[in-house]
């Protein structure tokens, strides 16, 4: 089955202790993306990768790092969460990157830092 | 820059009702327009998409013209059932890069 999957799905932690939040897609997508939701702001991205080892910053990528080693995974690293990035956090992928794409989503992490 | 803006909800309807949730952009340049939806508990997935102004999408009963003269993208659907009851973002992204806008969500309740 064609999907983005992301571990955890829930998470609480506390204020300084470093986190990775993994992402993961099998349909050998080129694109893939970090978004937080939180209420009364919709997505905002936080993260981009064109391809292995090309990543950008979105639109709130402070606190956050990302790495592209692997076409398949892009995993989601806080090196020292503080309680303001409380989220859901979601991975998407698409197959080339380009605007006419549709991005598939994972499930979602539920984020709380303390 | 570019912003989309949708109507605030919850939208609520009983079974059987006209939906319309409203979406307009503000970009410049022409981008491809998408709506996707989210059921309690899962991930984003996409409704329906056009690319090009004039376009409808269209998917499971609902539909959306591309209106560029009113930089418009409005959602709807003629009958609403009770498992349509989800929150619904109207997107854009230009050419070039999957890099979504969105706009805040709408959610719709729909009643037995």
């Known amino acids: 089955e064609a999907q983005v999957t992301q571990n955890p799905r829930y998470l609480i932690t506390v204020t300084g202790k470093k986190l990775t939040v993994t992402c993961s897609q099998n349909?050998?997508?080129?694109?893939m993306s970090w978004y937080r939701q939180d209420p009364g702001l919709g997505l905002r991205q936080i993260y981009y990768s064109m391809n292995v080892e090309v990543t950008d910053k979105g639109d709130v990528p402070e606190g956050y790092k990302v790495s592209r080693k692997e076409k398949r995974n892009f995993p989601l690293i806080l090196e020292s969460p503080s309680p303001n990035q409380t989220s859901l956090y979601f991975c998407?992928?698409?197959?080339?990157?380009?605007?006419?794409?549709?991005?598939?989503f994972g499930p979602g992490t539920r984020l709380t830092v303390l | 820059g570019n912003s989309v803006t949708q109507m605030e909800g919850p939208v609520t309807l009983s079974e059987e009702a006209f939906l319309t949730i409203n979406c307009t952009y503000t970009?410049?340049?022409?981008?491809?327009l998408f709506w996707y939806v989210q059921y309690p508990g899962e991930g984003l997935q996409l409704l329906l998409k056009a690319t090009k102004a004039d376009d409808k999408g269209s998917n499971k009963g609902f539909e959306a013209t591309y209106r560029k003269e009113t930089t418009s993208f409005h959602l709807e659907k003629g009958s609403v059932q009770v498992s349509d009851s989800a929150v619904y973002f109207c997107?854009?992204?230009?050419?070039?890069?999957?890099?979504?806008?969105f706009g805040k969500g709408t959610m719709l309740l729909v009643s037995p």
């Open positions: 997107a854009l992204s230009f050419s070039g890069y999957s890099t979504l806008t």
């Open positions: 970009a410049t340049g022409y981008p491809s």
């Open positions: 349909m050998n997508h080129e694109y």
């Open positions: 998407a992928s698409s197959f080339e990157g380009r605007g006419t794409d549709t991005q598939y």
